[in-house]
């Protein structure tokens, strides 16, 4: 990859532990599985500075009982076999096992991509999936020096299409105020079919109707920040 053979590298490792006995049931390691020329983070200046190349931020059980890993620096989801380890299909960054596109009236990123330094996929069912799409990250995920493939954050809804390996973005919700989010985030999807959102590094909370109308909106004091929100029914 052209840098220095002594980098020191961060893994990504995911675990399932029974919490009665502590014993590990599963355990899948990004490096023996992932190349590194799939990351989007840039090498350190020094090699004894690790490389977060992978930066898994989010595990989520698939309706089929996958793992559904998501790696930041690598900008993919990931649908992993919990029997083997054995990674299934791929969604979004250099390796995609899917044609990327985009439904009318929706538009990719820059770099023609999904999107970019994402959090928090969930599976909805039907091949229907929603991602947080930061498209935002700072140097070194730090969140200085800001770099972004869209001027704004959103939540991405995507429809997989196994036949034609095709992915499809049939729906975008932008931050109402059209800032970047450079780091964390997510998306809940309401029983009704709304939205409710937290923008990570960005102070805010909001909940957007079916039909992508925006219902609520609150901003936390200076200094907060959330890196997911949730909304329940309180008892």
Known sequence: MGGPSDQKVIDGVVQEVDIRTGKVLFQWDAAD?????????????????????FHVNAVKQDTDGSLLVDARNTWTTYDVSRRTGAIRWQLGGKASSFTLTAAPGQRLNAARTLFAWQHDPEPLGHGLYTVFDNESAGIANTGTGTLTELPYSRVDTVRLDPRTHTATLVRS???P?????????????????ALAVGWGSLPYVSEFGPSGGLLFDAEFPAGVN??????????
């Open 173 to 175: 919700v932008a931050q």
């Open 177 to 193: 105020s059209g800032l970047s989010a450079s780091s964390q985030g997510n998306a809940q999807t309401l029983g009704d079919g």
């Open 226 to 235: 959330t890196y997911r929100a949730y909304r329940f029914d309180w008892r």
């Open 33 to 53: 599985h992932v190349p590194y020329a799939q990351s989007e983070q840039p090498l350190p200046a020094s090699a004894a500075t690790p490389w977060d190349w």
